[in-house]
Structure formats: structure tokens, C-alpha cells
């Protein structure tokens, strides 16, 4: 896969991303109750990351969506918390760096957006995610922040958005 790159998500790639994610659900039998999959815009996410300090990223190769990831302000928290969301990426992608990449185009987003923090949630099998993250800076907290719906997701991160902050 050498041909890629990473862009905004468009209109035309709402189907293409939920069924990415979906197929991810599949593969790694990532509990389908209390999780994104039940998100009720996962088929609209173009129109749910077009809203106000909304962003949401797809890694396309050669003309296919492979991966995705996206910012959005937290549920229910203080304004200066936004939240990773739905980073998922096709197998053949993993492995190749593109994750490190997503990850700081996403965190430079939350600060240009004025976030202070952001926050996560993963699954405790999610090994090789939970390593990319902490790389970044996440570290792990007792406790769920916000109000994402997603209760089947155990393990929650936060990291500060310093300006020098980014892949370590």
C-alpha cells in the first residue's frame, strides 16, 4: 500500500466509512452493544463532523477508504475536552505508520479547534491501538468522561494538547 493519503472526509464516503468500521467490528469481535456501532450517525458521518469543531479524517489508497479517525467536542464536558473518535483502521493498513499520522493530524485539528484535552475510549484487546496512543501522549484514567453512550468501551484515555505535544 504505498499509495495513499490522508483527507477530510467527504458526502460520497459516507458508506464507504460505516462499512469500514463495521467490517473492523467484525474482524476483531469488538462488542457490537454499547460501542460506535450503534452510533445513530455512523451512516451520516460526513454530516455529524461537519459541525462546529467536527473533524473527521479517511486514509484513502488508491482510491478506497482504508482507515478513518475524527475530533469532536465531548458530551457533556467542559469546553476545553474534546474527544478521539472512531479511529479504525482495514488490516492491510496497520503496521505502516499511517496511524501515527492520523493521530497527529487529529490532535493538531483539537488544538487549532482551541482544546485543551482529549479524551478516549478503547477496548482493553486493543493492544497495538492503546501503544500508538500512549506514543502520543494518552495516558490512562479511572474513570469515563463525558457522554459518549459508548459503556462497552473499559478503558478510557486522556492527553493534554500542549502546543509541543504530538508523537513522542
Not at 44 to 55: A, D, H, I, P, T
Request: glycine share 8%; net charge negative.
Amino acid at each position: 500500500m504505498n499509495n495513499w493519503v490522508i483527507r477530510k472526509i467527504q458526502k460520497e464516503d459516507n458508506q464507504s466509512v460505516a462499512q469500514l468500521i463495521r467490517d473492523v467490528f467484525d474482524e476483531l469481535n469488538i462488542p457490537k452493544v454499547g460501542t460506535a456501532y450503534e452510533d445513530p450517525y455512523l451512516d451520516l458521518m460526513f454530516e455529524e463532523y461537519s459541525k462546529s469543531k467536527s473533524v473527521y479524517y479517511v486514509v484513502e489508497s488508491d482510491g478506497r477508504i482504508v482507515g478513518g479517525a475524527g475530533v469532536a467536542p465531548l458530551a457533556n464536558e467542559a469546553d476545553i475536552y474534546c474527544e478521539l473518535q472512531k479511529m479504525y483502521f482495514l488490516p492491510e493498513t496497520r503496521g505502516k505508520g499511517i496511524g501515527s499520522q492520523m493521530m497527529e493530524q487529529c490532535l493538531q485539528s483539537a488544538r487549532d479547534f482551541g482544546f485543551e484535552k482529549c479524551y478516549l475510549e478503547t477496548m482493553p484487546f486493543m493492544l497495538e491501538a492503546q501503544k500508538l496512543y500512549r506514543k502520543t501522549g494518552f495516558e490512562n484514567i479511572c474513570s469515563p468522561m463525558g457522554s459518549t453512550g459508548h459503556t462497552s468501551c473499559p478503558v478510557w484515555m486522556l492527553c493534554p494538547l500542549t502546543p509541543e505535544g504530538g508523537i513522542k
